[in-house]
């Protein structure tokens, strides 16, 4: 069984660099034939006398010798076999599947040792360690285990009782003779009863040793026939079988095999008197039920309490005899499985399948080695501490769930205050992975488990990488990182955990995620991982995370910076492996950093990929610091004391700007560093009118600047163009600059680059000089005056626009943030504003309302007075305009306020607040109109003296106004022309109109010259009603 493609997955399973730290232009790479080569690799050692140590696994030398260690020169870029003495055990070890490196010590495993014991082969593993001149002074383990010495009493109890047919019971004996040749081996022995009402033993141990072929000592074996006696025969077994005397072996595990066709039946005994006495003796007891007889649930409760518990794991049932043929290798497995153990835990193995160093690091403690297949593939790890037997760390003696669960598969040790403790990875753990967090008790000598953490998804392989992180670099770990490469959604592909650890309790909480580039679901994010030392010069360890898979297995690389509390979410920097010439992959499949092996000081990368590794260097990091100052640091009022003039061209002041730069990463290189910074001024960024500017190039400028690890300053004159109508604001000068590092020699032509902390943006600002006297302070004297332009009388419905003209004038020093706001009633809205006059170029009056509700009575409106300043001796005349609606109801007087104020912060004077009011009417229009169907004339004679004819007349009235009044209408008519009287109006009957909205009241006048008729309407008129046709 080839194990190498199950159990290192990772092994054989960065876009263009978007972040600054990692220098990808002059990579290191080594390369060679070795199968495997690129699969691990550590940094060991230093510059002088170090170099890469990587692993081929893979490679194929001598005969059962698989593996091969290479120790690769930066300075030489060449890669040379290092000579391991392996022992004459060690076939097919995998050597160099896990590295570790510590101080001046290498640990070099090989976990896939194959060991025949007999039959089986099982799976150990070998690890060197080598001192700093690659010699190897320990073997760990020294020797494997001897292959274990495991005995086996076995005795097959078969029914032979009536109900049997003959045939059959050849087909029995066929079925005993098969299952003893697959058990033929020094180590297992078979003893044979059978029984019915009777017993008979055939043969038991010490006869089996003196003769062990299967068909002669079956060929005297005939069936007994009768009842069915079977918790007698077991009694028998125990007690007659079972023993030294019949050649049972103390040491050995006893199975017991019942073979029958039917429940018991006439047997004195009970199963609960043979089964406990089996019980107490360790014997193992399997039932196999033959025939129909066991379809019933009394007989299959019978098979279940003869067998052991579980009994799914110890009951067979076939339907007939021929079909035992089809159990004898499930019965084989059974028995193999717990051949030689008698754990608690029931698991199939002890340490025979361990694989030790599959994972592997060096702690302050000794060398520990992951077992991952120790106790059922359960796992664990060993630590080999300075003397005595190395200590086994596991859980599966206190969790029964452990099974398959691979812990030991990754190791990291975390250390607080000298003592360390250790972080192990079970990464099939119940298909979704732990991670366990052991440490040891007060006494120093168990230890024990005291944070664990499980997986999230299944198949995720959470736990199956991991890295301790020692963020501020105080010796004390502050987090682990937990990596679960085969993570997945549609978008990322594995995930990697970050988890502070809470002292003193030792507790793992993960907080945050890191995740690679979207849209790589396959990318086996977190397939390897590192710290990678301070790169970015921040105090911080980063770290390195591998996603070999990214980008159809190319594979990519990325930086994580580290910060307080663990890492940011977003990488830093991202390198792909098919950024490289040398069409690598699996880029990122193994990585390991921190240590400077080319001699520049610098923390360097070892990052492996398919058949190559690559070295990368980080880059020296620098930091600027700019400063900005001016001299004057004010203008002084002389350069923009304009004196009416548009155009100045004064100076203002001088700009110095100085750029410090400094190293933020420790190296060797010294100052024979430079880079070329580029930077541009601007002065009054988004102004759109112009208020200063450089000499020559008006108000931005640009400059290049060549510096090494030093301070530079460079002066420029600033003018004043124009004459400025804004000296309140200061004027803002900005600065933007980058940094292009310069190639160093020293270091290959590695190129510096700026922090990420640098500010790339400063800013300066520029104040005007204030002209406020010797005292500093000014003192603004703001009077205010206004009038409603001519108006005498205001009248509602008639005018719709009131004009305030407003006079303010400044007789004290420079008046800063000048408003004039007016209170006035809610029937009025302000509309406009407009200058009339000034005694200054370009003041600018600008005017606002403030939104009211319809509860208000009052509303104010602010305007703002040549803002920010309105200068000493100023005067301003500006017309503000009011809409007077038609419907205000003012009463009869009008009061309007002004106030003027500044940010001077002055006392408040009369003269800043004036009050006018004004007599208020309201208007009117109403028009009465005589209709077409009134009566135009009347035919009578004297004749017809005393007759009575009626006179109709029809008027009109009509409100033309919004605003609703009381009308009273008077009508009057003659009765006489030239002193004749031409009718006696003896009566006169108004109309009548339903819908009017107003009664008429006829009064007879008691003289005749004229004979009034008025019908007085003392309600409100409303035009929307009207007209209003009267008699």
Known sequence: MDLLPLLIYLFTVLAPSHGFSVDVEVPITFQEAAAGFGQSVVQFGSARAGGLIVGAPLQTGDVNETGKVYKCDPGSRRCQEIPIQRPPDAVNMSLGLSLAARDSKLLVCGPTVHQACGENMYVKGYCFLLDQSLQ?????????AECPRRFTDIVLLIDGSGSIEAEDFEKMKTFLSEIMKRFRSINTQFALMQYSHRFRDHFDFSQYRRSSNPNRLLRSVWQLTGATHTASAIQKVVQELFISGRGARDEATKILIVITDGEKSEDPLSYSDAIPEAQRAGIIRYAIGVGEAFSSAAAQEELQEIASKPSNEHVFRVDNFDALQSIQSQLQEKIFAIEGTQSQSGSSFQLEMSQEGFSSLLSPDGPVLGAVGAYAWSGGIY???????????????????????????????????????????????QHTGKVILFSQDTKGREWTPRSELSGEQIGSYFGGTLCAVDLDRDGNTDLVLIGAPMYYTRLNGGRVYNCPIKWPRMTLICTETLQGQTEQAFGRFGASMSEIGDISGDGQTDVAIGAPMENNNRGALYIFHGGKGGFSPQYRQRIEGSLFPSRLHYFGQAVSGGTDLTGDGLPDIAVGAQGQILLLKSRPVLRVRVSISFQPSTIPTSAFNCQGQEQLNTEASRAEVCFTVTKSTMDSLGNGISSNIQYSLSLDPGRTKIRAAFDST????????????????????????LCPEDTLTPITLRLNYTLTGEPIAAAGRLRPILS??????????????????????????LQISFNFSGLSTLVVGVTPELNTTVSIRNRGENSYSTTVQFFYPAALSYRRVLLLQSNRRAVAVKCSSAVGSKEQTQRNSTCHVNHPIFWSGAEAIFIATFDVSSEADLGDRLQIMANASSDNGGPITEHMIHRVELPVKYGIFIILTSLEESTKYVNFSSKEAGTSVPVTHRYEVKNLRQRSVPISVTFQFPVELSGVRVWDASEVVPSKVPASPCPCVCEMGPVMPSLPYSAPCWDKLLREKGPFPSP
């Not at 190897?136 to 494997?144: D, G």
């Not at 931005?700 to 060549?706: A, D, F, N, P």
């Not at 000089?769 to 003192?779: A, Q």
């Open 136 to 144: 190897q002074p320990q073997r760990i383990p020294n020797t494997l």
């Open 383 to 429: 630590l080999y501490g300075s003397g005595g037997a190395p200590s086994f760390i596991n859980v599966s003696r206190t969790s029964t769930d452990m099974n398959d669960a691979y812990l030991g598969y990754s190791s990291q040790v975390i250390t607080a205050n000298g003592q360390s403790s250790y972080v192990v990875g079970a990464p099939r753990y």
């Open 698 to 721: 008006g108000p931005i400028l640009s400059r290049e600047l060549q510096l090494g690890i030093e301070k530079k300053c460079e002066k420029h004159q600033i003018k004043l163009p």
């Open 756 to 781: 990420e902390d640098s500010a790339l943006v400063s800013v300066g600002s520029l104040p005007f000089e204030k002209d406020c006297g010797s005292d500093k302070v000014c003192t603004d004297e």
